[in-house]
């Protein structure tokens, strides 16, 4: 049960786009339509913002949008806000029925 | 609207068992799984284990198996986590959070922390 990698941090500027890579194994990210992603802000519960790799949830806003290929998934954040600033997690169901999460980025915006 | 809520936390001695509840109001309990989610200070997230709908099927995290029993009671429409020969590096903010159809945890309490020390 080795956790997702991700990077530790990542940042760009107000209005751009960044992407957060989550690299797993074919025994989970690669094996599975199951990568989700959370962000979670200091002292704060995490929030689910993808599931099935690119579905957002109601609510969520669609400047957020995931893909995946092959053992990867990624996060893209578009027309970046001051509030985007925190951590973001992914996480993805494996072949032994439990679940796995990423290191967490910091995603800073300068 | 869907609500959990953690409890039972605080400071246990190495060795010792701690209970953690989460009740869960908002939804029909017994038609979702619920996870065990954990985060120590400063760190990430970490999975610690799942149960079915009906509590008829656990899977655990290899760091918590054998130690962590996760139950529920649909009637009360609350999740348990028997933590049993704690350790210092179980310290940390535990999340119960409800599950969206297998695909990922949809809904998460506001935690409760543990801290494991003599």
């Known amino acids: 049960q080795s956790a997702l990698t991700q990077p530790a941090s990542v940042s760009g500027s107000p209005g751009q786009s960044i992407t957060i890579s989550c690299t797993g194994t074919?025994?989970?990210?690669?094996?599975?339509?199951?990568v989700s992603w959370y962000q979670q802000h200091p002292g704060k519960a995490p929030k689910l913002i993808i599931y099935?790799?690119?579905n957002r949830p109601s609510g969520v806003s669609n400047r957020f949008s995931g893909s995946k290929s092959g053992n990867t998934a990624s996060l893209t954040i578009s027309g970046l806000q001051a509030e985007d600033e925190t951590d973001y997690y992914c996480?993805?169901?494996?072949?032994?029925?439990?679940?796995?999460f990423g290191g967490g980025t910091k995603l800073s915006v300068l | 609207q869907v609500q959990l809520v953690e409890s039972g936390g605080g400071v246990v001695q190495p060795g010792r068992s701690l209970r953690l509840s989460c009740a869960a109001s908002?939804?029909?309990?017994?038609?979702?799984?619920m996870h065990w989610v954990r985060q120590a200070p400063g760190k990430g997230l970490e999975w610690v284990a799942v149960?079915?709908?009906?509590?008829?099927?656990?899977w655990y995290a290899d760091s918590v198996k054998g130690r962590f029993t996760v139950s529920r009671d649909n009637s009360k429409n609350t999740l348990f986590l028997q933590m049993n020969r704690l350790r210092p590096e179980d310290a940390a903010v535990y999340y119960c959070?409800?599950?969206?159809?297998?695909?990922?945890?949809?809904?998460w309490g506001q935690g409760v922390l543990v801290t494991v020390s003599s």
């Open positions: 099935a790799v690119s």
């Open positions: 996480s993805s169901y494996t072949s032994s029925s439990t679940w796995v």
């Open positions: 074919s025994s989970d990210v690669g094996g599975y339509n199951y």
């Open positions: 149960i079915s709908k009906d509590g008829s099927n656990q």
């Open positions: 908002g939804f029909i309990f017994g038609t979702y799984g």
């Open positions: 959070a409800r599950d969206r159809l297998d695909t990922a945890l949809e809904y």
